[in-house]
């Protein structure tokens, strides 16, 4: 765990923070680079950018203190606290989805093509921001006897739950796992069939990898056996390989 970097005189630079500006601008970089690909304009990407930051933080945190408002009732201000850790991917994934869509209507470009032009760059992201969560010691695993396992110092929020306990690291499964994406999307890229076919494969990707580290990741909450997270991945999944085989059919005829 180390939750601040370095200190710029009295300002903190928390490695939270740090990673999630670090994943976004990649996200951003590599949005440029596919956009002019697709033949997309690199200023329409940069002006949705800013509304996919704020609306990607916004719902994250919305939905992580929903799930946590026992750490919040009590001090409210700590809600607009994002530098220190707390942000849950789904929630903000949903926002911004909601927000391109918005945006693409807007400005009469496809969907699906710029959809595609995101996939990318939210994959290497992501993988970016987890190691963020580890250096912050949130979303962390289950108490396990693997040798690699971590055990959080005094601080983390992983020591509160369990305190001098080796847990799961699951943020780091995490960002190996989407830098697997990554490249296998990357590589898709190569040999896109149409419009919408990486954003198809990175939501089934991303939800096979979701839906199985939930069961070495800590969740306060279960539903019929399953998180949250689990659930919410599944209409995900089922959507876009509904999309995928539908238009891979439609070009076979």
């Not at 994250?60 to 929903?66: D, F, G, S």
């Not at 750490?71 to 991917?89: R, S, T």
Request: hydrophobic share 55%; glycine share 10%; charged share 10%.
């Amino acid at each position: 765990m180390y939750p601040i970097l370095f200190k710029i005189g009295p300002l903190s630079i928390h490695a939270y923070g740090f990673m999630i500006a670090l994943a976004f601008l990649a996200g951003i970089l590599l949005a440029l680079y596919y956009a002019k690909k697709e033949g997309i304009r690199g200023e329409v990407i940069l002006d949705l950018a800013i509304y996919i930051i704020i609306a990607g933080i916004v719902g994250a945190r919305l939905l992580y203190v929903a799930a946590q408002w026992d750490l919040y009732k009590d001090d409210l201000l700590e809600i607009i606290m994002v530098q220190k850790g707390g942000l849950i991917f789904l929630g903000g994934f949903i926002l911004a989805m909601l927000v391109t869509v918005w945006y693409a209507k807007a400005k009469g470009i496809p969907l699906l093509k710029l959809l595609d032009v995101l996939g990318p760059g939210t994959t290497l992201g992501y993988a970016i921001a987890r190691v963020g969560c580890f250096l912050n010691g949130c979303c962390f695993g289950l108490p396990t006897k693997v040798p690699w396992g971590v055990v959080f110092p005094p601080g983390a929020l992983a020591h509160s739950y369990f305190p001098g306990e080796s847990i799961h690291p699951t943020q780091l499964y995490s960002s190996a796992s989407m830098l697997l994406v990554f490249i296998i999307v990357v590589m898709l890229y190569r040999h896109k069939r149409f419009d919408g076919y990486i954003f198809f494969w990175w939501i089934i990707l991303y939800s096979i990898y979701r839906f199985l580290v939930e069961f070495l990741r800590f969740s306060p909450i279960h539903w019929l056996g399953l998180t949250p997270s689990q659930w919410m991945v599944l209409p995900l999944a089922a959507l876009a390989i509904f999309g995928l085989t539908y238009n891979l059919k439609r070009l076979s005829k």
